[in-house]
């Protein structure tokens, strides 16, 4: 094989390559976009991702929880399935709208953002934790700012929040999730958002609620 057919070959394995990895990404971009439209349905109401979390609060269930709580969540009640849709976060000063759905893990993360477990759901006490990805749905965060709004929707209530801080800090730092007195909302993702590979730190945007209202109830089509 002569230097010039080598050459050619590789030219086009690269071409392979770089033609695969653009349609992986595609595919990963429109499967997030599909999930950020999903519509939050009212209370109750099936969803074929699992179902909607009964937040403390609403249609008669558990009373919210008032003042300082070690973990944040309510006793007793029981955490839902991955992939069960908790509502839809918006950051409108950087055009980002992502649905959250419950649990971190990689299957869910690929579909939208996702709660953390363990921290608090909306509307109880402590430090609600949401995950997502810095090249898809949170990748609009890089230009977010102190002072900016977020709101959380859920099924029938809407959280208003106000960022009063972001930090970059270490993988290990789970510092950043430990339970609040004030209700408060933390975005968890890696940065810096152009590193190519596995990210070696973590971007955090913390928010205080500002008001906590009964939203309009949507149904599912």
């Known amino acids: 094989m002569t230097r010039d057919s080598l050459l050619r070959w590789l030219e086009r394995g690269l071409l392979g390559v770089g033609l695969a990895l653009a349609a992986w990404c595609a595919a990963v971009l429109v499967e997030?976009?599909?999930?950020?439209?999903?519509?939050?349905?009212?209370?109750?109401?099936?969803?074929?991702?699992?179902?909607?979390?009964?937040?403390?609060?609403?249609?008669?269930?558990t009373p919210r929880v008032e003042g300082p709580a070690l973990s944040g969540r309510v006793e007793?009640?029981?955490?839902?399935?991955?992939g069960t849709l908790i509502g839809r976060l918006d950051a409108p000063t950087v055009k980002m709208s992502a649905t959250v759905l419950e649990g971190s893990d990689d299957g869910t993360l690929s579909r939208g953002a996702g709660h953390i477990e363990d921290t608090p759901f909306p509307g109880e006490a402590g430090n609600v934790g949401i995950a997502g990805h810095r090249d898809t749905v949170f990748r609009?965060?890089?230009h977010i700012q102190v002072g900016d709004p977020l709101e959380l929707k859920t099924a029938d209530r809407l959280f208003k929040y106000k960022?009063?801080?972001?930090?970059?800090?270490?993988?290990?730092?789970?510092?950043?999730?430990?339970p609040t007195e004030k209700p408060t909302l933390t975005l968890v993702t890696c940065y810096p958002f152009d590193f190519i590979g596995h990210a070696p730190k973590r971007f955090i945007v913390q928010a205080q609620l500002v008001s906590d209202e009964a939203g309009p109830t949507t149904t599912s089509r």
Do not use: N
């Open 76 to 82: 007793g009640r029981p955490a839902p399935s991955a």
């Open 140 to 142: 609009p965060l890089r």
């Open 163 to 178: 960022i009063s801080k972001t930090i970059i800090v270490g993988p290990d730092d789970v510092y950043v999730l430990d």
């Open 32 to 61: 997030a976009r599909f999930h950020s439209q999903l519509p939050i349905p009212a209370s109750g109401a099936p969803l074929k991702v699992t179902q909607t979390v009964i937040l403390p609060g609403e249609g008669g269930g």
